[in-house]
């Protein structure tokens, strides 16, 4: 019974270039969310997504980072002309049902560099 | 929009000791959930708090919810080694599906 995997485990990127990070929820789930944290600090939301549906992307930048979660396949965060700012982990969620009550699971999250 | 302030930031004990964090949200919450977070690991899900008053335990742990579904509190008995981590709450607003609303956690540290 695999949870949340995420890869990659670590990226490192130059200033400029397109980071691609992916999320598989967990078997069942079809909601994901996304969360950064930033060195030394805590979790923050970025977006929740429904298969083919973005629902809450309230905590996205409003450049540079785009979210989906497509029919097949995983779900991408993408995050394109990387700056130094944005590295962080960037932890992948998911939940079998978007009723507000349901229990969040982690995955093990993708370490970002930015050179 | 919704904040959640938790305190202590750190907490340093002795084996054996107990621990308490704190954790406020500005704003009523449908639900609160709890997470540990090993350095270099990821959030682990503790447990779910839903209704007013509501009081679970899980071995040494003991979790609250307060009344007015506002403020909750994680409570350790005789912490071990093991316990080492960061706690965090994360609330849900009423309106906010999906949004876990993250405190910025207590950084548990113990020594032996």
């Known amino acids: 019974n695999a949870g949340v995997m995420q890869n990659p485990r670590h990226l490192v990127r130059r200033r400029g270039q397109e980071a691609r990070l992916r999320c598989s929820p967990m078997k069942g789930h079809s909601h994901v969310y996304w969360y950064r944290q930033l060195p030394e600090e805590g979790l923050k939301f970025m977006v929740y997504?429904?298969?083919?549906?973005?629902?809450?992307e309230s905590g996205m930048p409003k450049e540079r980072f785009s979210a989906e979660f497509p029919k097949e396949g995983p779900s991408i965060l993408r995050i394109q002309q990387v700056v130094r700012g944005d590295s962080a982990a960037y932890f992948c969620?998911?939940?079998?049902?978007?009723?507000?009550?349901?229990?969040?699971?982690f995955g093990p999250g993708t370490r970002l560099l930015v050179l | 929009g919704q904040q959640v302030m938790q305190i202590p930031q750190y907490q340093h004990v002795q084996e054996g000791e107990d621990f308490t964090t704190y954790c406020n949200s500005s704003?009523?919450?449908?639900?609160i959930q709890w997470y540990k977070q090993r350095p270099g690991g990821h959030p682990v899900f503790l447990i779910q708090l839903v209704k007013s008053g509501e009081v679970k335990k899980q071995k040494r742990l003991t979790f609250q919810f307060g009344e007015a579904k506002k403020n909750s509190s994680l409570h350790i008995t005789a912490t071990q080694t093991t316990d080492v981590g960061t706690y965090y709450c994360a609330g849900l607003g009423g309106t906010s599906y999906g949004k876990l609303t993250f405190g910025q956690g207590t950084i548990l540290t113990v020594h032996p």
């Open positions: 969620a998911s939940s079998q049902m978007g009723t507000g009550r349901e229990t969040q699971y």
């Open positions: 997504l429904q298969k083919e549906n973005i629902i809450d």
């Open positions: 704003t009523t919450l449908s639900n």
